[in-house]
């Protein structure tokens, strides 16, 4: 077996390494990447860190290796300072196995099917209230609206709205805070400046917010139809100790789901209405489908399997947005990722968002293009090029409530409206995931059409 060195990206300086263009210009730049081989090593400051940029390598990593590739690294070290030990963060090993299979029930497909129909009700009264030909933030509206679909299956009923109000206040200095921690050299991340300080304060705020959010979470429903995944969490008992979870290990799991659901759900969400806005034909496709499947009616849960191309439209929109683009883990013992073997200790990073754009599967990787997932075309996919949610153990436990999510409030927004971008066009920031920094829309009548 070849035992192969990473080979060293070249431009690092000498006291930043790559931190310069990682803050710049980190989606290119990460992007770039690929052309030095399947694995290779940055410098963040002085300490040297490994990429994957080969599809299959970061699946075998995440899967047949990963007793070597644990859990960790910068993100996670950053992550865990408002989400302690929830499920996101919490290490590899028997904890995390105990954890997950308690919070499994609360994401099966029955249960999250019994959600579906409050998260389509508050989905349609959000966008019902939108004017026809007026411009709008769509950026906010979907930050708002993901929250309050996501907070109405956590709690069962709509959520309060300065609750709501509060986190949408803390949730995006909490993300730019995190990844800045997880790409600046540790002393630089220390200097107090007003931003660092911000983001310290918006850490405190979250924690805050999650306890009162507890707090005024009455009992369980009489209805067992009405009750959110908080009431599984209040009621889930370790099988082998019978113990319920610990105020704190409630908090943290409530922080991981508010922070991991509402960025990723929204920027795939916000992506998918820009591309589609811009597309007259596939426009016009997720039209006519919505109007085959539901007719005069409303949405009903029931529907969302029958919406193909809509899924479709998701699936390329998680394609070209990553929605992660950075994420890590450490190497805890011997490892070997094909002919190259990396040091014990070191960071290891992957990204869906770099996955995704390998013009040898995925030809004319820029261009969005619902039809490469075709049942015809998607064939010639391979699993390991698709990795959205990740894989392996630590795999998103949230991907079948993200698709529901997803596919409803699309399928509210595309129902009433034809949205159409206004003014300039969106930059894409990258934050834990990858957001417009600005989208301004236009609702049109659907019937106007
Ligand atoms: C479009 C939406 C979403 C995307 C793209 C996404 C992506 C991901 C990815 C890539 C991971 C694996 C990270 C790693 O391997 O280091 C992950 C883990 C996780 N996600 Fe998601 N996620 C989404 C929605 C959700 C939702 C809706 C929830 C919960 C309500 C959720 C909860 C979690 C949790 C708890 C983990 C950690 C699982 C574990 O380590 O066992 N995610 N997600």
Redesign the pocket.
Known sequence: MQNTAPKAVPGALPLLGHVVPLLRRPLEFMDELRHHGPVVRLGLGRVPVYVVTDAQLTYSM?TAESASFR?GGRL?EALSRFAGN???TVPDGDR?RRQ?RLMQPM?SRSFIAGRAGVMIETARSVVGGWAAGEPRRTDDDMQELTLSV?LAALLGTQPPTDVRQEFQRVLPDVMAGTIRATILPRALGAIPTPTQRRYRASLRDLRTAIGALIDAHGGRPADPDRAGLLDLLLDAEDPDSGQRMSRTQLEDEVI??VT??GQ??TA?ILWALYEVGRAPDVERAVHAELDAVCGDRALRPDDLASLTYLRQIIHET?RLYG??WL??RKVSAPGRLGDFELPVGADVVFS?YVIHRDPVVYPDPARFDPGRWSPERARSIPRTAF????AG???????N??WD??TIILAETFRQWRMAPTGRVPKAVPRV?IHPDRLVMTPEDVRAA
Do not use: V, W, Y
């Open positions: 995440l859990k996670i929830g499920l996101a995390h997950r994401f996501f991981t789901f991991t659901n990723a759900s795939s998680m929605p992660a994420l890590t869906p990795l959205p949610f990740g153990t630590r795999q998103c436990i949230g991907d409530f993200a999510e997803m995931t």
